[in-house]
Each structure stands twice: as C-alpha cells, then as structure tokens.
C-alpha cells in the first residue's frame, strides 16, 4: 500500500511515517488505546509512500494485550 518491502522499515517507529500534522492526534489516540484493553479506535490520517506522495488512510487499531498467550510478552 505504501510501497516499501517487507523489510524495508525494521526498526523504524511507524509514526515518522505519518505525516507531521496528523503525528501529534495519532500519537495520542495511541496513547489512550494502549490504556483500554479491548478498545477499538478508527482514524484517518496521511502516511508517507516510498515514492515521496502521501496517501490518505484510515487506520483501525484494537488494543489486544489483554488476549494472552495469543498476543506474545517480551
């Protein structure tokens, strides 16, 4: 979708994928899913293709770090 390999961005924090006037909202609706188990949220917001455009995406996040042993701890 973005047009990056499979391992092209090991290591990088997804976030400086999104652009700088949507980082600081997706930054913290993160935050607040990290605090509510089971929680879903949806934005839209504009990432960074390899190509140097932005594409519009929504995003779906579900915190599931309550949903042991299937989400893995370390």
Not at 46 to 60: D, M, P
């Amino acid at each position: 979708m973005l047009g990056y390999g499979a391992t092209e961005n090991v290591g990088l924090n997804a976030f400086e994928l999104v652009h700088p006037d949507d980082r600081p909202d997706a930054l913290e609706l993160f935050g607040e899913l990290m605090q509510r188990p089971g929680h879903l949220v949806r934005t839209e917001l504009r990432a960074l293709h390899k190509n140097g455009s932005w594409r519009h995406l929504e995003a779906v996040g579900v915190n599931r770090l309550d949903d042991r042993p299937s989400v893995p701890s370390s």
